[in-house]
């Protein structure tokens, strides 16, 4: 199946411009829950790939990618544009006559500030009852009429083909090409000596005329549009902009809702004035470094994650940025954000954690035990049985009182777990009750919309996108588990789940591995000393750290009875907020 038969199939109604395929609607996302966003899709038919431009959707790929979602059968790439066997529209031939033109039209433009002149310049004809006639001509053919009267009611010649009004008239392609929104502010810059002017003929509604005069259009070196200073005429010098190139596009801010609003109320020199003023169209997102307020390393704030190791090369999670943590399962991934939490709420910071694979019962007693420490735990033991660890009823009350309205936990069970609905409820979250710090425990356990693994992957990998963008404009620091693919060896940030770009994009990766009895031993012969005597049975490893390159493996040891893990230098009975005399 070649770009066209699939457009054909799927994504009908489409454009072509250029070397793309644009249809109205992405067939993945469908323009969102409401088809609001038109046009954010295309196939590129040169490089054989496509995209999305929605930043909830983003899916992308190569174009045979593309024909498997589908089910349909791969197709030869060596293929270009050229060999579309494009679907030309028909267009009717106008079949009208004109009536000469009256005094009262006449005096309908000269009320406007437009001379018989110019009128006659442009042909405007009559219908004989009550509507003047534009006629639109491609080459010299008549291909269109439009009708205006005199109360401003307007209507075309149906089916016929939309071009550019003024376009046949220009031969000299090395001046600008000026396109305004309506035909009488077209003949407004014409009455000012303003050349190579031409206007749309349906402002923003219908810019099918780009299409089909693209050849003619592409001669033009530079292009300035004067749209009316409306919501619409806005719109209309965005898409002119968008289909023309910014390379080449200039914009007039005119002083009135149009050019023949100033004209008549300001005449001739203040038109032109204005005219030459032209604005250059900015280039989207992009600033002068000089514009940028001053940054001081010494302002930058970070959550501390109390490991030692963690807070000297990383600086803990500096607000504004997202970090990954990974390990195989049973390495203490869980026990290690969940620390990282407790460490949050006595830095008092208000924090979210979202667990998908603890229930929420189990999380509040997995974080009050991190809270306590030894100091405040009890513990059983039955025959047989596995330790059991308790808070003391006493210090329970103490440190629920103390952590009340601090800690916030995303519903694994009845709630959206899409990324759409988790990223409103962090945004939620930080407006309504200052959450600061982001916990997500893990990526696999959301609700991504995917029926297979390459759509999961580029997916996962938007989330994160779409948490760094949310991190940096709020301030906030997020902390994303994610899986790695399974193996024997030990883990790397390479052998993280998804898509490359997701350790590519953030700005710190953590790993957590638990030491198997032969890496013990291989150790204990490395270090020569004895096996019995390595205290620490977890490694943390730094695989990525852009705060200052530091990427150090620490060695950690797991306490069971309070959940906490210690690093070389930490204080083994730290105390919380919860328990201090003050």
């Known amino acids: 199946m070649n770009p066209i038969d699939f457009a054909d199939k799927y994504l009908y109604p489409y454009k072509i411009k250029g070397q793309e395929i644009i249809p109205k609607f992405c067939p993945v996302c469908h323009g969102g829950d409401r088809g609001r966003d038109k046009e954010t899709f295309a ?28 089910d349909e059968q791969s197709f030869n790439t060596n293929y270009r544009i050229m060999d579309i066997p494009r679907k030309k529209k028909e267009y009717k031939k106008p079949a009208v006559k004109s009536e000469k033109i009256t005094d009262k039209v006449v005096e309908y433009f000269k009320l406007r500030g437009i001379s018989e002149q110019t009128v006659k310049q442009c042909k405007i004809g009559y219908d004989g009852k009550n509507a003047m006639m534009f006629p639109y001509f491609k080459e010299s053919e008549l291909v269109l009429v439009k009708y205006r009267t005199f109360d ?27 396109i305004f929104e309506g035909e009488i502010d077209r003949m407004s810059a014409i009455e ?88 250059e169209t900015p280039i989207e997102y992009a600033r002068k470094l000089e514009e940028y307020e001053d940054w001081n390393p010494d302002d930058q704030v970070f959550i501390k994650s109390g490991i030692k190791g963690i807070d000297e090369s990383l600086g803990g999670f500096a607000l504004g940025t997202v970090t990954i943590v990974s390990g195989k399962n049973g390495s203490g991934k869980s026990t290690l954000i969940n620390q990282f939490l407790c460490e949050s709420t006595d830095q008092d910071y208000n924090s979210m954690i979202f ?29 047989g049985k596995p330790i059991k660890y308790y808070v003391d009823k006493e210090k329970k009350e103490t440190i629920r009182e103390w952590y009340t ?53 580029q997916q996962q990998s938007d989330y994160i996108r779409n948490c760094i963008l949310f991190a940096r404009k709020y301030g906030v620091a997020i902390v994303v588990v994610q899986h790695p693919v399974k193996t ?42 004895d096996a019995d005597t390595i205290s620490w049975n977890i490694d943390v490893e730094i695989a990525k750290n852009r705060h200052n390159g530091k990427t150090p493996i620490l060695a950690t040891y797991y306490e069971e009875s309070s959940r906490r893990l210690h690093s070389m230098g930490d204080d083994v009975n730290k105390i919380y907020g919860w328990d201090c005399p003050f």
């Open 405 to 457: 309205n601090k800690i916030w936990v995303y519903d694994n069970i009845e709630a959206d777990c899409s990324p759409d609905a988790m990223l409103k409820n962090m945004k939620s979250l930080y407006m309504r009750h200052n959450v600061k710090f982001f916990i997500i425990d893990n990526i696999l356990s959301m609700n991504f919309n995917a029926d297979n693994e390459w759509k999961l992957m």
């Open 355 to 383: 667990s998908g694979e603890t229930q929420s019962q189990i999380l509040r007693y997995q974080v009050e035990l991190l809270f306590a420490g030894n100091k405040g735990i009890s513990s059983k033991s039955d025959s």
């Open 43 to 70: 196939i590129n038919v040169d490089n054989m790939t496509f995209n999305c431009r929605r930043g909830s959707c983003g899916c992308k790929g190569t174009f045979n990618q593309l024909l498997k979602t589908f």
């Open 488 to 529: 024997n060896e030990r883990i790397t940030k390479d052998t993280i789940k998804g898509t490359g770009d997701i350790t590519n994009r953030v700005h710190g990766v953590i790993l957590i591995h638990k030491l198997t009895n032969d890496e013990k031993i291989a150790l204990a012969k490395k270090l020569k000393i």
């Open 152 to 178: 401003k009611k307007f209507w075309r010649t149906t089916d016929s083909e939309p071009v550019f009004w003024g376009l046949n008239e220009i031969t000299n392609f090395d001046i600008p090409l000026v």
């Open 192 to 279: 000012c000596g303003i050349s190579n002017t031409v206007s749309v003929p349906s402002g923003s509604e219908d810019l099918e005329c780009i299409e089909n005069q693209w050849e003619t259009l592409e001669k033009f070196k530079s292009i300035i549009i004067w749209n009316d200073q409306d919501e619409p005429g806005i719109e209309m010098k965005k898409k002119l902009i968008d289909r023309l190139g910014d390379d080449r596009c200039k914009f007039v801010n005119g002083k009135y809702k149009d050019c023949n609003e100033q004209l008549t109320k300001e005449g001739k020199e203040s038109v032109l004035k204005t005219f030459a003023d032209l604005k």
